[in-house]
């Protein structure tokens, strides 16, 4: 299992729009499709808010070729629309987290 991590640092100008967007478009439209699942939105502590503030939103996938199938089938278009839509008011990068069994020796 894996996580896919989605970092946005969001504009002052568009926060309550982009979690609008986020809450109700983005991520219940990632989690239908069935390869991403257990869909969280986390905010980042101690961003400057004078600046924006930056927010974490996560996935639980399976492994990367199913990462990899969404990224084709759905997530390059909703990434183009996100950007489509806020431009450069957020800027964000990924990452894919492994996870670890720590109660397992």
């Known amino acids: 299992m894996i996580v896919y991590n989605i970092t946005f640092h969001v504009d002052k100008e568009v926060l309550a729009d982009?979690?609008?967007?986020m809450k109700n478009e983005f991520i219940p439209r990632a989690a239908s499709c069935g390869f991403l699942n257990r869909p969280?939105?986390?905010?980042v502590m101690y961003t400057p808010e004078e600046e924006g503030a930056s927010y974490a939103v996560q996935f639980h996938v399976k492994n990367v070729e199913t990462l990899n199938l969404w990224l084709e089938?759905?997530?390059k278009n909703m990434h183009a629309e996100l950007t489509g839509k806020f431009g450069n008011k957020i800027a964000g990068f990924t990452t894919l987290l492994e996870e670890i069994d720590w109660e397992q020796e």
Do not use: I, N
């Open 18 to 21: 982009y979690l609008a967007y």
């Open 40 to 43: 969280c939105l986390r905010k």
């Open 73 to 75: 089938q759905e997530g």
